[in-house]
């Protein structure tokens, strides 16, 4: 045999995988051959292998399941495990409980999903949470969820309420993003970018720290060239800009509270608008939810100082 083809409402079953098309070929090969399943009338080709669904206009596996490429509007869904243990994106970049919906340009899949690729302008949803990015790497094995190129993230910051809203949840904007499971830790760098929606916070690298499974943000932590804008929530009158830059940066989103640290250069925090002003010092905290901020030279007790001019 060097080559069969089938056509009309094709189906393929194999180890572990399922797949319908509108035509099919195989080649037998090394390695047990290829199956090329290919959309014509319907939109798109389907295939089922354990926790993962895909539909694309070609999808491209072989006898065994062991290898998987879709390419042309992939669209992946990725299943909760019935064993409990997750779904193989990340137990707290998105809830390992629900199913992590994929589209992208192209997927391609080792070792019977041990490892997955998606590249080509992918995005991941699992309900308010997403990702974005240019390429996209699952490693099962190693529990490490990679991006690069226009990274962007979606993600609720931790909080005392009960239920999240809106403003709850926080963007994040990079050049590449890592993220380790065993260790709960997301390290965006090059041009980040943090959106809140009280302002927003740049860095050129950030180590985010996420709670356990389905968490939130608990912390950030932001180096070299840190800068803030926020709209001072002043008592009286209309918010007010503050702006400022530090050499270090950390965020409690609990406490709502940033400090800003001047490790080199002393932090900076100014005031725009009216009575306008900078404070400088080895350390700031600024409470977004007061508008108040403390100054901690290092040679005399903290001073408290209202952002309001008060």
Request: hydrophobic share 40%; net charge negative.
């Given at each position: 045999?060097?080559v069969?083809?089938a056509?009309?409402?094709?189906?393929?079953?194999?180890?572990?995988?399922t797949?319908?098309a509108?035509r099919?070929?195989?080649r037998?090969?090394?390695g047990g051959?290829?199956i090329?399943?290919q959309?014509?009338?319907?939109?798109?080709?389907r295939?089922a292998?354990?926790?993962?669904r895909?539909?694309?206009?070609?999808?491209?596996?072989?006898?065994?399941?062991?290898?998987?490429?879709?390419?042309n509007?992939?669209?992946?869904?990725?299943?909760?495990?019935?064993?409990?243990?997750?779904?193989?994106?990340?137990g707290?970049?998105?809830?390992?409980?629900e199913?992590?919906?994929?589209?992208?340009?192209?997927?391609?899949s080792e070792?019977?999903?041990?490892?997955?690729?998606?590249s080509?302008?992918?995005?991941?949803w699992?309900?308010?949470?997403?990702?974005?990015?240019?390429?996209?790497?699952l490693d099962?094995?190693?529990?490490?969820?990679?991006?690069?190129?226009?990274?962007?993230?979606?993600?609720p910051?931790d909080?005392e309420?009960p239920?999240?809203?809106?403003?709850?949840y926080?963007?994040?904007g990079?050049?590449?993003?890592?993220y380790d499971e065993?260790a709960?830790r997301a390290?965006?760098s090059?041009?980040?970018r943090?959106?809140l929606?009280e302002?927003?916070?740049?860095?050129?690298?950030?180590e985010?720290e996420?709670g356990?499974?389905?968490?939130?943000?608990?912390a950030?932590?932001?180096?070299?060239s840190?800068?803030?804008?926020?709209?001072d929530?002043g008592?009286?009158?209309?918010?007010?800009l503050?702006?400022?830059s530090?050499?270090?940066?950390?965020?409690?989103?609990?406490q709502?509270?940033?400090?800003?640290f001047?490790?080199?250069?002393?932090?900076?925090?100014?005031?725009?608008?009216?009575?306008?002003?900078?404070t400088?010092?080895?350390?700031?905290r600024?409470?977004?939810?007061?508008g108040?901020?403390?100054?901690?030279?290092?040679?005399?007790?903290?001073a408290?100082?209202?952002?309001?001019g008060?």
């Open positions: 045999l060097q069969a083809r056509a009309g409402q094709v189906r393929f079953d194999g180890p572990g995988t797949a319908e509108d099919a070929t195989y037998p090969e090394a051959g290829e090329r399943l959309a014509v009338e319907r939109p798109k080709a295939l292998r354990e926790q993962i895909v539909a694309a206009e070609l999808i491209v596996t072989d006898p065994q399941g062991s290898r998987l490429v879709a390419e509007d992939v669209e992946a869904t990725m299943l909760p495990a019935p064993d409990g243990k997750g779904n193989g994106v990340g707290a970049m998105f809830r390992v409980d199913a992590v919906h994929f589209v992208a340009a192209r997927l391609e070792e019977r999903g041990a490892r997955f690729v998606f080509g302008a992918v995005r991941a699992q309900g308010e949470r997403n990702l974005s990015a240019e390429t996209v790497v099962q094995e190693a529990q490490r969820l990679t991006a690069t190129r226009e990274v962007t993230t979606r993600i910051r909080t309420r239920t999240l809203s809106e403003a709850d926080v963007q994040i990079a050049d590449e993003l890592s065993e709960r390290v965006y090059g041009s980040v943090v959106r929606v302002g927003w916070m740049e860095a050129d690298r950030m985010v996420l356990d499974e389905g968490g939130r943000i608990r950030v932590n932001a180096f070299d840190v800068r803030i804008e926020f709209r929530a008592e009286e009158g209309p918010p007010r503050i702006s400022g530090s050499d270090r940066l950390a965020y409690d989103p609990r709502e509270t940033i400090r800003l001047g490790d080199e250069t002393p932090a900076a925090v100014r005031r725009i608008g009216e009575q306008a002003g900078t400088t010092g080895r350390v700031l600024y409470r977004l939810d007061l108040t901020l403390e100054v901690d030279s290092g040679e005399q007790g903290p408290r100082i209202r952002t309001n008060k």
